[in-house]
């Protein structure tokens, strides 16, 4: 059996996160452009999960709204006795129209939200929830708050959509411990908005998604959808940059949100167990060289709401 790899951690609130954290979406459900391989069966997750933890992984990030993924994760913590040592980032299910405009039955459908994530995942106190909408955020965080004072979760936080001054209004609120927010090589909205240095400041988590642009900062050029075939150039770009600086894209792509300063967590996901054994060996190797990082930010200009949002792609 492969041996332990030491992952960094980082110190966040009163925990120890690593800096690597495992995205389980893929565990409950086909995702991304470029999946090929659909949900794999429990003991492929399992073994995933397992070779994380021996990795030094002890963040998992899932939600209410990823098929089976929180059952999965919450089997494999009890099959795998790792309940207690890992730090899991769950999120409420998206409510409805009806549930925003009723305060009773959005308050219902918040704490029966975190009833249910609490039974998939086989934890009496979670240690991370986020809203996985802002506009549910700005109404119910109260709920979460008072789920929190009863001891059913630690930690209240947002995941946030594309639009970085809505998540700069969260830093503002005391209540707000994490925000998980969409970065990638192609991506640099919220940074270039001055987010991650605010969070800084403001001592809040911050865990960076979608770090391959669920497949577009990988996939073949040739199978890029016509539809975003605006960032062709820019890919081409990244290419060269990596090649010339001796790695791949995908350590390009992992290793430059890893160095980027207000950086709490960058999650990744896998479809089998040498996805996983990959990535640790990325973040093992640490932050991009300066120049590289450099090289990067000057190759990649303001791209399009359209290219960099999957909720506006079309075939």
């Known amino acids: 059996m492969r041996g332990p790899v030491l992952m960094d951690t980082v110190g966040w609130q009163d925990l120890e996160i690593s800096r690597m954290m495992l995205g389980t ?17 429990y003991p492929e997750a399992l073994a995933m999960i397992e070779t994380a933890i021996e990795g030094g992984v002890n963040g998992f990030d899932t939600a209410a709204s990823y098929g089976e993924s929180e059952k999965v994760l919450g089997r494999a913590m009890r099959d795998l006795g790792v309940s207690d040592r890992v730090v899991v980032c769950t999120k409420i299910r998206v409510l409805t ?18 009833t ?5 995942l086989k934890l009496d106190c979670l240690p991370v929830v986020l809203f ?9 965080m109260d709920v979460l708050e008072d789920l929190r004072a009863r001891g059913r979760l630690r930690y209240i936080g947002v995941s946030c959509d594309n639009r970085p001054h809505h998540a700069g209004d969260f830093l503002e609120d005391e209540r707000v411990s994490a925000l998980q927010i969409s970065a990638s090589l192609l991506d640099r909205r919220y940074e270039r908005a001055g987010l991650l240095d605010s969070a800084r400041r403001h001592e809040t988590g911050v865990f960076i998604r979608s770090v391959f642009l669920q497949g577009l900062v990988l996939m073949p050029k040739e199978s890029i959808p016509r539809s975003l075939e605006e960032v062709l150039p820019v890919r081409r770009s990244l290419d060269r940059i990596a090649e010339d600086a001796g790695i791949g894209m995908h350590e390009m792509a992992l290793r430059a949100m890893l160095g980027r300063e207000g950086v709490t967590s960058v999650l990744t996901g896998a479809e089998t167990v040498e996805q996983v054994r990959e990535n640790l060996e990325v973040f093992e190797r640490g932050p991009l060289p300066a120049d590289v990082v450099a090289a990067v930010d000057a190759a990649v200009p303001s791209l399009p709401e359209a290219v960099l949002t999957p909720s506006m792609w079309r075939e």
Do not use: T
Not at 25 to 41: D, F, S, T
Not at 97 to 114: C, I, M
Not at 116 to 120: A, L
Not at 132 to 140: C, G, K, M, P, T
């Open 25 to 41: 979406v893929q565990l409950g459900m086909p995702y991304g452009i470029a999946n090929r391989r659909g949900k794999p069966e």
């Open 97 to 114: 129209e009806e549930e925003r405009k009723n305060r009773g039955e959005g308050r219902a459908a918040v704490e029966a939200s975190v």
């Open 116 to 120: 249910e994530s609490q039974r998939r």
């Open 132 to 140: 996985h909408r802002e506009e549910d955020a700005v109404l119910y």
